[in-house]
């Protein structure tokens, strides 16, 4: 009987315990913390971050700094960039019409230095368009219609839709691609292309309402000569850092939980929405535990991903320096989807995940009560590198709210960020990150997939061309990428 309390009362304290600790942390994320000024520092002081700019530099030390100052053992972690790409102006002109000055920008790896020829409208740039204009092409800059990007599935039609466009403007043996902003108002904004650190071809964003200027101009038989100044730094290799910092866990110090935000961004903006909120939010729930004095039973892993716009280059570098740590990574979330309201976690073909952070959060139904948890594979963050090697990955799910209108744009700055939202966010996260990292060991019912498996949820979700979006899918296909 003694031993018998004895057990109940080992039970009830560890269980009560634990249960206490996510209260705890879950309260002290929404109170007043410093997240707020944290983000404030980071956009406005450091401001946007392109990897290999002297600003990116100076978020990593700041991001470091922050940890150390909340007593967070941390670290930079080097890793190579395949290439320097600082954009610094695009300029274009027409020869006949001296006082239309376009407002664009040159995509992400375009070629620097000047270039001329003649425009032609290719209408929405569908193949059939393309290839009925044939050999027309030839040497020419196409300009091609977008739709209006509203929201994130506004976004991921552009990017399918652009790679389309390259394709079969690649074939034509055009100049140049001018696309249209798929945002009004004269609001531009960075995008990669399908070739990524590989691309060669001048592509530009230029302004809806200039492009559309353009098209009603070509329609009506005017000829438009172009020519473009593309000016950027470039250069090869270079070495840029992660901060990745951790609160050791007590009963499996080994097994990992593994939680990031990249604090890289494009710099027309200030990188608020896309990803210093989430950065931010990193820097919080890390330093809230500590002051709680919190100690989760597995390592919590705090990691702020740098290269992520160019192609996850920072999440991928450390899935190689601690391949043989890939089997204790239990869980690997991603957080880059702004500041709206989290609905769910995107669980990436792993269904097991669903049923897991469910549980975590029913003891939550103010917080959970209307998540979903969407079992399809994302590419286009720093899950990807974690799903290629067949670790359990969630990205956080969030309505839309300002993200999409903004996404890499000039007007993606601090004002965008919606604080108390963000907050409310970086409680989910905290809750479901250490109720991962305190599960029991019969709880982690999944373990890391083979080549195969990774393989067959790709193949079931026809996933190839969106790979090939992002210049992920050859690396996956020769080995380069992923579990082997
Ligand atoms: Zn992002």
Redesign the pocket.
């Known amino acids: 009987m003694k031993y018998f309390i004895l057990f109940i009362h080992l039970f009830l304290t560890s269980t009560l315990f634990s249960q206490t600790d996510a209260a705890r942390l879950r309260a002290a994320l929404l109170k007043d913390t410093p997240i707020e000024n944290d983000l404030q520092q980071l956009c406005d002081e450091i401001g946007g971050r392109v990897t290999g700019a002297p600003s990116n530099n100076a978020a990593v030390e700041w991001g470091l700094q922050k940890f150390q100052e909340a007593g967070v053992k941390v670290k930079k972690d080097p890793f190579q960039m395949p290439s320097l790409w600082l954009p610094k102006s695009t300029k274009m002109s027409f020869a006949n019409m001296p006082d239309f000055v376009p407002h664009v920008v040159a995509k992400y790896h375009s070629p620097v230095g000047r270039s001329s020829g003649e425009m032609i409208s290719v209408g929405t740039g569908t193949p059939d368009e393309i290839v009925a204009l044939g050999t027309q092409l030839k040497g020419k800059f196409i300009l091609v219609e977008m739709d209006l990007c509203l929201d994130i599935g506004g976004l991921f039609a552009e990017y399918a839709a652009a790679t389309t466009v390259e394709n079969e403007a690649r074939k034509a043996g055009v100049k140049g691609i001018i696309f249209m902003a798929s945002r009004p108002k004269k609001l531009l904004y960075r995008f990669i292309t399908s070739k990524a650190t590989d691309e060669n071809l001048p592509q530009f964003v230029m302004a809806r309402e200039d492009a559309k200027r353009c098209q009603r101009l070509l329609q009506n038989g005017k000829r438009i000569q172009v020519t473009v100044d593309i000016n950027a730094e470039t250069g090869g290799s270079f070495e840029s850092h992660n901060v990745i910092a951790e609160i050791k866990g007590s009963e499996y110090p080994d097994e990992i939980v593994l939680l990031g935000a990249?604090i890289d961004s494009w710099a027309l903006g200030t990188g608020a929405n896309?990803?210093g909120c989430n950065v931010s939010m990193m820097i919080d729930i890390a330093r809230q535990m500590k002051a709680l004095g919190i100690q989760p039973k597995r390592t919590i892993r705090f990691a702020l991903w740098n290269g992520?716009?160019q192609g996850y280059f920072g999440s991928w570098d450390y899935t190689k320096d601690h391949l043989s740590e890939m089997d204790k990574h239990v869980m690997a979330m991603s957080v880059?989807i702004g500041s709206g309201a989290i609905t769910g976690f995107f669980t990436n073909g792993r269904a097991e995940l669903a049923t897991a952070t469910d549980k975590i959060l029913a003891n939550y139904p103010d917080t959970s009560a209307t998540f979903t948890s969407i079992n399809v594979p994302i590419v286009g963050?720093d899950n990807f590198d974690f799903m290629l090697q067949g670790v359990g990955n969630l990205v956080a799910n969030h309505l839309s709210a300002t993200y999409g209108l903004n996404y890499h744009a000039a007007s993606d700055t601090y004002d965008k960020v919606d604080i108390l939202q963000l907050k409310k966010n970086a409680a989910i996260v905290g809750l479901v990150a250490l109720g991962y990292a305190n599960m029991s060991k019969e709880e982690v019912n999944w373990k890391r997939q083979t080549r195969e498996e990774v393989q067959a949820l790709f193949d079931e979700h026809k996933l190839e061309f969106t790979m090939r979006m992002f210049n992920v899918w050859e690396p996956w296909v020769n080995g380069t990428r992923g579990v082997k």
Do not use: G, Q
């Open positions: 990249h896309d990803n992520e716009e880059d963050t």
